[in-house]
Antibody, heavy 121, light 112 residues
């Protein structure tokens, strides 16, 4: 089955860290750009980060630059997001999503169900 | 960053009636001699992840009913549901991917 499954979310104190994972299956993970998108409770969608198929290019939203790091393990078919120095405003469901094509400038054609990150003392 | 806006913020439509959502970008998301539009539409139902409906503004994703249509160019885009069905109740988002990271509109809630 073609799917993305996120994990690693939870409750963390301000200033804390988590590593989010997204396990991909059913498709050639090493040929797709991948993305993290977050959604605060009751709010809209925000692109957080992206990574090229081979990991050679990454990008971040200004709001997370310097605090979040995206990576991927081709052998494990897994996408990661290391989230550090967490703030209350980082509270959200974090989705991983697959890019539609290999250009980097694309829509997202597959999404996981998300993992919830709650930042609170 | 390219800022995306949508209108209305919410709308209520009777079953079988037309629903039209507008999406505007703060600058053009079209490029090239063929005016390719770097614009996508998503549908999100409560408790679910977003689902891709259209990309390149008007290319329908596989499995999307043809009562949905996408159009527009440059900075102005629309998503139309020609005959609203109960299962279309959702929030709809536009997204530009002309610049990356991409940016989304704030969403339009469609209800009956």
């Amino acid at each position: 089955e073609v799917q993305l499954v996120e994990s690693g979310g939870g409750l963390v104190q301000p200033g804390g860290s988590l590593r989010l994972s997204c396990a991909a299956s059913g498709f050639a993970f090493n040929t797709y750009w991948m993305h993290w998108v977050r959604q605060a409770p009751g709010k809209g969608l925000v692109s957080v980060s992206y990574i090229k198929e081979d990991g050679s290019r990454t990008g971040y939203a200004d709001s997370v630059k310097g605090r979040f790091t995206i990576s991927r393990d081709i052998a494990k078919n897994t996408l990661y997001l290391q989230v550090n120095s967490l703030r209350a405003e980082d509270t959200a469901v974090y989705y991983c999503a697959r890019g539609l094509d290999s250009t980097g400038y694309h829509a997202f054609d597959m999404w996981g169900r998300g993992t919830m990150v709650t930042v609170s003392s | 960053d390219i800022v995306m806006t949508q209108s209305p913020g919410s709308l209520a439509v009777s079953l079988g009636e037309r629903a039209t959502i507008s999406c505007k970008s703060s600058r053009s998301v079209s490029s090239g001699p063929n005016n390719v539009n770097y614009l996508a539409w998503y549908q999100q139902k409560p408790g679910q992840p977003p689902k891709l409906l259209f990309y390149w503004a008007s290319t329908r994703e596989s499995g999307v009913p043809d009562r949905f249509s996408g159009g527009g160019s440059g900075t102005d885009f629309t998503l139309t549901i020609s005959s609203l069905q109960a299962e279309d109740v959702a929030v709809y988002y536009c997204q530009q991917y002309y610049d990356i990271p991409s940016t989304f509109g704030p969403g339009t809630k469609v209800d009956i």
